[in-house]
Structure formats: structure tokens, C-alpha cells
T-cell receptor
């Protein structure tokens, strides 16, 4: 069974640009959540989508947005990048078969803003 | 005060030792998660629990809802257990996690 796939793995962008990250969940999982990890703030929840609807949103500015498609694949977008947006962005999916574990995480996209 | 507190922040053990990592939280929760993160960033979910105790191989997780406290135990530790262990809680019906700052575990051969 394929895991959660995040693309790209690494990304370098310039301040002011925008970026789109992709997450393909485990087949059959309809919930996808996104997290930001930085050395200073640790892991923080960004948002969660279920069946193409955003169910929860963390405390991030409006520059951070996301969407989910009918096949449950999700994208997150960050506009007008700032140096502080440099982070590891992780997504996780959950659904049937998650059982005792709750979530399956992707390997992450490491974004560097220069 | 952070909603989720982990201790210790760093832990070094000799191979074979019994290890305990603690997590305390200050809010009502619907579930508590233990996660493992290796260098390079990948996160593996170890446990999700809302009461009692769970065991997977050499790993044991317990939770005391009344005391708002959970522990992760590793028996017969091995160098491959070296990683950051993160506690996270989900509150109410919200499916968003609040994370502890993690415990860096190093197991020496």
C-alpha cells in the first residue's frame, strides 16, 4: 500500500514569490492535514481538509491557503514568501485503516526562502 | 505555559536500558499521539490513545486522563531507537494536533 507522497522534497524560493506544495494521501483516506515545522516554533498545525472542505485551520496568516481535490489529493499554497516561511512542511492523512496510529505522515517538503 | 509539556528534552541511554518519556497536557483531549521523527524529517505515528495502555513490540504507551499525563516507554533500547519523540494532543472534535517540543533520544551502543 503506497504511503503519503509529498512533492517536491526540496524547494528553494525567493522572498516575495509564491509556492505550491502537493500531498497525495493513502488511497481511501479522505482527511489530509498540513503542518509546519521550524526550529523555533516546532510543529504547528496549518489546516485540515476532508472531502474537499476545510474543517480546521490553525493560527497562520491568510498567505497560507490550501485546497483538496475530489481524489483527496491536497495542495497548500504560500503567497508572498517571507524568510520566516523557511520550514519543513508535512502532511498527514487519516481514514479507514488508520487504526491505532491515527495518522500517516509524508516525508515532507523542505522549503528554503532566500 | 505550553499546552503540551514533554520531559526530558534530551535523553542519552546505553543500549538495553529501559527508557521513559513523559508528556503532560493542560486541556481536555479526545486523543493523544506519540510520534517518532528521525533525522531527515520523516515522522512515524507510534500510538494514538485515549485511555489505558497500548503496546507495540518494545514500545508501550500509557495515559492517565485524570492526571492529564502520558508516558512512552521503550524496553531493551537499541541505537536504532535514537530519534526525536513527540507527544501531540487532539482536543474535542477538532482534528488539529497541538504538539510538544519533543524529546531527543540517543541510545549508545
Amino acid at each position: 500500500k503506497a504511503g503519503v507522497t509529498q512533492t517536491p522534497r526540496y524547494l528553494i524560493k525567493t522572498r516575495g514569490q509564491q509556492v505550491t506544495l502537493s500531498c497525495s494521501p493513502i488511497s481511501g483516506h479522505r482527511s489530509v492535514s498540513w503542518y509546519q515545522q521550524t526550529p523555533g516554533q516546532g510543529l504547528q498545525f496549518l489546516f485540515e481538509y476532508f472531502s474537499e472542505t476545510q474543517r480546521n485551520k490553525g493560527n497562520f496568516p491568510g498567505r497560507f491557503s490550501g485546497r483538496q481535490f475530489s481524489n483527496s489529493r491536497s495542495e497548500m499554497n504560500v503567497s508572498t514568501l517571507e524568510l520566516g516561511d523557511s520550514a519543513l512542511y508535512l502532511c498527514a492523512s487519516s481514514g479507514p485503516g488508520s487504526g491505532d496510529y491515527g495518522y500517516t505522515f509524508g516525508s515532507g517538503t523542505r522549503l528554503t526562502v532566500v | 505555559k505550553n499546552e503540551v509539556e514533554q520531559s526530558p528534552q534530551n535523553l542519552t541511554a546505553q543500549e538495553g536500558e529501559f527508557i521513559t518519556i513523559n508528556c503532560s497536557y493542560s486541556v481536555g483531549i479526545s486523543a493523544l499521539h506519540w510520534l517518532q521523527q528521525h533525522p531527515g524529517g520523516g515522522i512515524v505515528s507510534l500510538f494514538m490513545l485515549s485511555s489505558g495502555k497500548k503496546k507495540h513490540g518494545r514500545l508501550i504507551a500509557t495515559i492517565n486522563i485524570q492526571e492529564k499525563h502520558s508516558s512512552l516507554h521503550i524496553t531493551a533500547s537499541h541505537p536504532r531507537d535514537s530519534a526525536v519523540y513527540i507527544c501531540a494532543v487532539a482536543s474535542g472534535s477538532a482534528r488539529q494536533l497541538t504538539f510538544g517540543s519533543g524529546t531527543q533520544l540517543t541510545v549508545l551502543p
